[in-house]
């Protein structure tokens, strides 16, 4: 099994900056990818930022040129440095890993239980 806990999440107000992180432990062989989505109230969750293993990063439209993903390998960690927070950004932000726990077993999908991210005006 494989945890990914959050942190980093809170209030901030417009303009401002947060830094998130998710670590991943358990049984973990390889992490093909890591990423941030986020849900807002009465939307479908989306990408945030991804960064597959031997790639580039992607973002989201909404927030290429504010948000920048990174990932720290040896501590199966993922960052996500939030700035420029506009209210639109409000929401819950969830954590993902695509996981292999071990040699030659599939991937599976694996998240975070959330962090609420809130920019006020």
């Known amino acids: 099994q494989v945890q990914l806990v959050e942190s980093g999440g809170g209030l901030v107000q417009a303009g401002g900056s947060l830094r998130l992180s998710c670590a991943a432990s358990?049984?973990?062989?390889?992490?093909?990818?890591m990423g941030w989505y986020r849900q807002a109230p009465g939307k479908q969750r989306e990408l945030v930022a991804r960064?597959?293993?031997?790639?580039?990063?992607n973002y989201a439209d909404s927030v290429k040129g504010r948000f920048t993903i990174s990932r720290d390998n040896a501590k199966n960690t993922v960052y996500l440095q939030m700035s420029s927070l506009n209210p639109e950004d409000t929401a819950v932000y969830y954590c993902?890993?695509?996981?292999?726990?071990?040699?030659?077993?599939?991937?599976?999908?694996?998240w975070g239980q959330g962090t609420q991210v809130t920019v006020s005006s």
């Open positions: 358990g049984t973990i062989f390889s992490i093909n990818a």
């Open positions: 993902n890993a695509v996981v292999r726990p071990g040699y030659g077993t599939p991937a599976y999908d694996y």
């Open positions: 960064i597959v293993s031997g790639s580039s990063a």
